[in-house]
């Protein structure tokens, strides 16, 4: 294998015997496999000028199993695989050409010769290290934006260009274009992310209800309980709808918190609060948790032994030897009456923590008090915004986003999204005239919202460029829908982004160098520097 997705990926290089995530090398495999079978599938589609829905969706959730973190079983991956080439293989039959690249023309129906193909398909095949860097992060970029399309196609939300675009840029990979070419179409990922993530906000708030500012509860109840992590909103749907009136409760973990601001999922009164922190602390919370867990998507990591038979997954997300919750049939609701069942014999959960948090910051919600927010402006009391949002990870360097939120001056608000806010969401950092100096938007999937009111604030003050704006980003990554986040700010004009706590393995130095000399990405540096430096607009 190799492997250099992710933040935390060996020695900041990349993982070869097996990943730091937990994924194993055969995975890895038939994840790089996959992803040569949805090239195959999209040169087909492009020469055929043509991509049913189907088979758009059937990409997307395909893209969005081989993200860190979200499926780690060899059964899912092959069964993709077969099915992905057939889907290509039933459009290549009315295209007339014998120039078709390898990607387009392998076949094989012998599992066996997976593993073999997979290790000479995989990243490193692509020679030059540019070029494979370029390649990569588009790639990375599409995983991101499949992510967000996937959440807003269950909701009943798709476009067609979506779906054209991830053809494009994956029968693009096969092209020798040059780097100018190249990387427009990254730009343009970034480009058809901020559509793709406008797309999902329209599909939560308008199922959902605009997220509301929200007290929620830390603590717990004395009842059985189901824990709910990951991002899916309609799978948490489904589930409070079952277990309603069965005597067990409901809480969200890590990236689900968000459900907790929206006015939907508050008619439910055995929804109590959220249980936990980031992803990575899983192993230890799913264990004093004692109920059932249902994973809706990434992120899992390695199921440990004390509560694999109380762990389920389901959509793309998937672990070896963890009981798998499918499709309801024929458009119905997926069947969660196993947990529930087990739920009723499990013991309640033990207390970790107490107290409450206060979210519900998007951008319907901070609009909403605009004209507070640009008096505090105007007279002072708030002199700048920092954007600290994506993701959070195990390493210890990852203090550093803390330890900034806890020295940023009392005039200066942050602006979050993503399981990075668990460094600092629950800091006493207080107000600014009744504005919480943390104002959290979401999921990472709620990006969007720091997009729409930096782009409002810019209108609000008549500014020309969205640069002159008092506003820093200090960005946390650890996946690709982090790096798909990066790529729409780049596509939005946003310069002198700080990107930590390690500038991702796959950026090559003469890629990482046109960034920098067009867009001032750098790295992190120490917390008293970059507080003085972002508070100078530097």
Not at 370 to 392: P, Q, W
Request: proline share 3%; net charge negative; charged share 25%.
């Amino acid at each position: 294998m190799f492997c250099y997705q992710c933040q935390e990926t060996l020695k900041n290089s990349g993982c070869t015997k097996n990943g730091v995530c937990g994924k194993k090398n055969d995975t890895a495999n038939l994840q790089d496999l996959l992803i040569f079978v949805l090239k195959g599938i999209s040169v087909c589609a492009e020469k055929s000028k043509s991509i049913s829905k189907e088979t758009g969706r059937f990409m997307t959730s395909a893209l969005f199993s081989t993200i860190t973190n979200a499926n780690f079983d060899n059964d899912y991956f092959i069964k993709v695989i077969k099915q992905g080439l057939k889907i290509r293989d039933s459009i290549k039959k009315d295209i007339d050409d014998a120039n078709l690249p390898d990607c387009a023309a392998w076949y094989s129906d012998n599992t066996d010769e997976f593993s073999d193909k997979a290790q000479q398909v995989g990243v490193l095949a692509t020679e030059n290290e540019d070029v494979r860097s370029l390649r990569e992060l588009l790639i990375y970029g599409l995983k991101g934006l499949a992510a967000y399309a996937h959440h807003a196609q269950m909701l009943g939300y798709e476009k067609d260009e979506i779906y054209n675009f991830i053809v494009e840029s994956l029968s693009s990979t096969t092209k020798n274009l040059t780097v100018d070419e190249m990387v427009a179409l990254v730009l343009k990922c970034g480009e058809t992310a901020v559509t793709t993530m406008a797309l999902l906000d329209e599909a939560n708030t308008s199922t959902f209800g605009n997220p509301e500012i929200t007290e929620v509860n830390l603590d717990v109840k004395n009842n059985p309980a189901i824990l709910v992590s990951g991002h899916d909103l309609k799978d948490f749907k489904e589930l409070l709808d079952q277990t309603k009136g069965t005597g067990v409760d409901v809480y969200t973990h890590s990236e689900m918190l968000p459900a907790n601001y929206y006015p939907e999922f508050k008619k439910y009164d055995h929804f109590v609060g959220n249980y936990g922190n980031a992803w990575w602390k899983q192993n230890t919370e799913f264990e004093s948790f004692n109920g059932p867990i249902l994973m809706t998507t990434n992120c899992i990591t390695p199921v440990k032994d004390s509560y694999k038979n109380r762990i389920f997954t389901t959509g793309s997300t998937g672990y070896p030897g963890v009981k798998h919750i499918p499709e309801g049939k024929n458009g119905s609701p997926k069947d969660f009456s196993e947990i529930i069942e087990l739920a009723k014999k499990c013991k309640s959960p033990e207390s970790i923590e107490s107290g409450t948090l206060i979210g519900g910051f998007a951008h319907h919600q901070v609009l909403a008090l605009a004209d507070k927010i640009v008096e505090a402006v105007k007279s002072g009391a708030i002199k700048r915004f920092i954007v600290m949002a994506g993701c959070d990870g195990r390493q210890n360097t990852r203090e550093y986003f803390t330890d900034v939120a806890e020295n940023l001056p009392k005039d200066t608000i942050i602006l979050t999204a993503g399981c990075a806010k668990y460094r600092y969401n629950k800091l006493n950092l207080g107000d600014i005239g009744g504005i919480p100096r943390v104002l959290d938007a979401g999921q990472c999937n709620d990006s969007y919202s720091l997009a729409v009111i930096a782009l409002k604030l810019k209108e609000v003050f008549n500014l020309e460029d969205i640069n002159d704006l008092p506003i820093s980003f200090d960005i946390a990554w650890y996946e690709q829908k982090a790096v798909v986040v990066l790529l729409a700010l780049l596509f939005l004009g946003v310069k002198g982004i700080r990107l930590g706590p390690t500038i991702p393995a796959f950026l090559s130095k003469n890629v990482l160098d046109v960034l920098i000399k067009n867009f001032d990405i750098k790295p992190i540096g120490t917390v008293k520097d970059d507080i003085t430096n972002m508070l100078a607009g530097k």
